[in-house]
């Protein structure tokens, strides 16, 4: 049995002035000058606990149960002003955002001979409460998930060499968007796999899985979010969760100082959730949310370790995607294009230092609506450990200057809209980390057939 409190509290501060201009056609309208001051103070705490008991060899009974909160408050004041007549632009913002959730699953296993069923229940209960102000406007928002689960499912060895997992569930949900929009859900997550091990050293595999991801609270919210004059965010409660049928092909190979793994996929989501974009007759860029009547992709992926020198590792992880998007009646939502994208990093440890370094290029990527350039990501840290109890780290972030471009276009490709900016700004971090911890701790078991995900799509904060 296990029990795990947890607490992190984070206050930021930024106070950042901005310069730029504005063009059109080539033609310079104004230079522009801005400000932006926010406050924010924020607190996450949890509490989790973990029961396990074996009644013998063969049965095995354990329980999880979890809860999370958090609470945050954000002001935030945005200004703008310009030449040649820019009217300038003023964003005050004032959040209050609270979330508690409760999640528990109680879990069975019974094992004979060189096969283990696995079955269980899991129960999730979610609340968010946003409640701000807008330029003295009101911008609120509400939303509640209730969610059942049930799983079972069989694995084991059919032959030394052939290892096999199937299983199935059953979602239950029900969720409530500001008394306004209710949904329930109901649906089974059926996953399979079946693997084969050449030698002691390589292995394949193919497995296949039904997943369900969820909208993210701000994915919902429709409160209108103006960054500056010519530019709006805002969520879609009408949004539905999608189910992403997936099948994978896996390749791993294990050296002594060397490791490989390539996997070949493909993947078909009903209703996927993304961008939708497009210009309103006032001439300001709405950026929001929907669904999709179709989306499919198939992809390689290629990730490799190797140990160059006793504690000196080089990793790095690179892929390639062909995305297809299809729909009856949003002409923006039908494009096929390829993506790419790269990840490396190096560790090395000597002693009681330890170091890594990390590199995130991106690359100029189609969207459904022109094309995008995000800045590449890097940063560095260090690490001492005095003893076994109290170690130091300290790290900069944002070593190479962020540099984004994005180009989007007009449902008819009639006019272009062009956004470059760079961001030469580090960020510089210290911390103590003390662990009173003692004995080993108890690994828990994975339970790899009751197929509940938990993911959310991308928050639209992020843009």
């Known amino acids: 049995m296990t029990l795990?409190?947890?607490?992190?509290?984070?206050?930021?501060?930024?106070?950042?002035?901005?310069?730029?201009?504005?063009?059109?056609?080539?033609?310079?309208?104004?230079?522009?000058?801005?400000?932006?001051?926010?406050?924010?103070?924020?607190?996450?705490?949890?509490?989790?606990?973990?029961?396990?008991?074996?009644?013998?060899?063969?049965?095995?009974?354990?329980?999880?149960?979890?809860?999370?909160?958090?609470?945050?408050?954000?002001?935030?004041?945005?200004?703008?002003?310009?030449?040649?007549?820019?009217?300038?632009?003023?964003?005050?913002?004032?959040?209050?955002?609270?979330?508690?959730?409760?999640?528990?699953?109680?879990?069975?296993?019974?094992?004979?001979?060189?096969?283990?069923?696995?079955?269980?229940?899991?129960?999730?209960?979610?609340?968010?409460?946003?409640?701000?102000?807008?330029?003295?406007?009101?911008?609120?928002?509400?939303?509640?998930?209730?969610?059942?689960?049930?799983?079972?499912?069989?694995?084991?060895?059919?032959?030394?060499?052939?290892?096999?997992?199937?299983?199935?569930?059953?979602?239950?949900?029900?969720?409530?968007?500001?008394?306004?929009?209710?949904?329930?859900?109901?649906?089974?997550?059926?996953?399979?796999?079946?693997?084969?091990?050449?030698?002691?050293?390589?292995?394949?595999?193919?497995?296949?899985?039904?997943?369900?991801?969820?909208?993210?609270?701000?994915?919902?919210?429709?409160?209108?979010?103006?960054?500056?004059?010519?530019?709006?965010?805002?969520?879609?409660?009408?949004?539905?969760?999608?189910?992403?049928?997936?099948?994978?092909?896996?390749?791993?190979?294990?050296?002594?100082?060397?490791y490989i793994m390539g996997t070949l996929g493909y993947q078909n989501v009903n209703d996927y959730i993304t961008q939708y974009e497009f210009l309103d007759n006032t001439g300001v860029y709405n950026i929001t949310f929907g669904n999709t009547g179709r989306y499919s992709n198939a992809y390689f992926n290629l990730n490799f370790s190797v140990n160059i020198l006793e504690g000196w590792k080089v990793m790095a992880n690179g892929s390639v995607r062909y995305n297809m998007y299809e729909d009856e009646e949003v002409e923006q939502f039908n494009k096929n294009f390829w993506s790419a994208s790269f990840w490396a990093m190096t560790m090395f440890n000597y002693k009681k230092f330890s170091a890594n370094f990390s590199c995130f290029p991106f690359f100029r990527t189609p969207t459904l609506t022109g094309y995008t350039k995000v800045g590449t990501e890097s940063s560095i840290r260090a690490s001492y450990m005095l003893n076994q109890t109290i170690s130091f780290t300290a790290g900069f972030r944002y070593l190479i200057p962020l540099k984004y471009k994005s180009e989007t276009y007009t449902d008819d490709y009639t006019d272009v809209t062009v956004d470059k900016m760079t961001d030469r700004s580090w960020r510089f971090m210290v911390g103590v980390n003390i662990s009173l911890q003692k004995g080993k701790s108890k690994n828990r078991p994975q339970k790899s057939a009751k197929q509940y995900n938990d993911s959310r799509t991308i928050s639209i904060q992020n843009y």
């Open 4 to 258: 795990d409190l947890q607490y992190t509290g984070i206050p930021e501060r930024i106070d950042r002035p901005y310069t730029g201009y504005v063009k059109e056609n080539d033609v310079h309208l104004y230079d522009l000058n801005a400000s932006e001051y926010s406050n924010t103070k924020s607190h996450r705490y949890g509490v989790s606990y973990y029961w396990q008991t074996q009644f013998n060899e063969k049965n095995m009974l354990n329980l999880e149960a979890k809860y999370a909160g958090s609470r945050k408050r954000l002001s935030n004041i945005y200004e703008e002003s310009g030449t040649n007549g820019y009217s300038g632009y003023l964003n005050n913002r004032l959040d209050k955002n609270s979330q508690n959730a409760v999640d528990g699953q109680l879990n069975y296993s019974y094992k004979f001979g060189d096969h283990r069923f696995e079955s269980g229940y899991r129960f999730y209960w979610e609340s968010d409460d946003f409640n701000g102000r807008v330029n003295n406007m009101p911008d609120q928002m509400q939303y509640k998930e209730f969610r059942n689960y049930v799983y079972a499912g069989l694995s084991g060895k059919l032959h030394p060499k052939w290892s096999y997992r199937i299983g199935v569930g059953y979602d239950f949900v029900n969720t409530d968007i500001s008394k306004i929009v209710k949904n329930d859900y109901q649906e089974f997550t059926p996953n399979a796999r079946l693997g084969y091990a050449i030698n002691q050293s390589q292995n394949i595999s193919i497995d296949f899985s039904r997943n369900r991801t969820s909208p993210a609270f701000s994915n919902l919210n429709p409160n209108r979010n103006y960054t500056d004059t010519t530019r709006v965010y805002y969520g879609n409660p009408y949004l539905t969760p999608y189910y992403t049928n997936s099948l994978r092909l896996n390749y791993q190979l294990f050296k002594s100082r060397f």
